[in-house]
């Protein structure tokens, strides 16, 4: 099975920075897309950002450009989200996210393995 363990959220002022990991147990070679997401308190999932980690293609959210950057560490089988110029608005319980279906672009649908979160709060 693949098991997704998220860390590093906290409290933090706007314009801090903060970098998650996920640590990913289980195969990656079968994982075609890698991805974060996040969940505002009473709102809905949106995506922020996504790796092709075969190709290292990457995607982010418009409201995150320039200011995140989603990377793997493949030795240490770990994703992280450097999230830098934070804002209140980024306040969100943040998701690691997997799936094994190839596609030639890494969207923000269909992702079957999920990790448990970590909360991220700017204020």
């Known amino acids: 099975h693949v098991q997704l363990v998220e860390s590093g959220g906290g409290s933090v002022q706007p314009g801090g920075s903060l970098t998650l990991s996920c640590v990913v147990n289980?195969?990656?070679?079968?994982?075609?897309?890698m991805g974060w997401f996040r969940q505002p308190t009473g709102k809905d999932y949106e995506g922020v950002a996504s790796?092709?980690?075969?190709?290292?293609?990457?995607n982010y959210a418009d409201f995150v450009k320039g200011r995140f950057t989603i990377s793997r560490d493949s030795a240490k089988k770990t994703l992280y989200l450097q999230m830098n110029s934070l804002k209140p608005e980024d306040t969100a319980m943040y998701y690691c996210?997997?799936?094994?279906?190839?596609?030639?672009?890494?969207?923000?649908?269909?992702?079957?393995?999920w990790g448990q979160g970590t909360q991220v709060t700017v204020s």
């Open positions: 996210a997997a799936d094994p279906r190839p596609r030639r672009i890494c969207d923000f649908n269909h992702y079957n393995y």
């Open positions: 790796l092709d980690p075969f190709h290292g293609a990457t």
């Open positions: 289980g195969t990656t070679t079968s994982l075609n897309c």
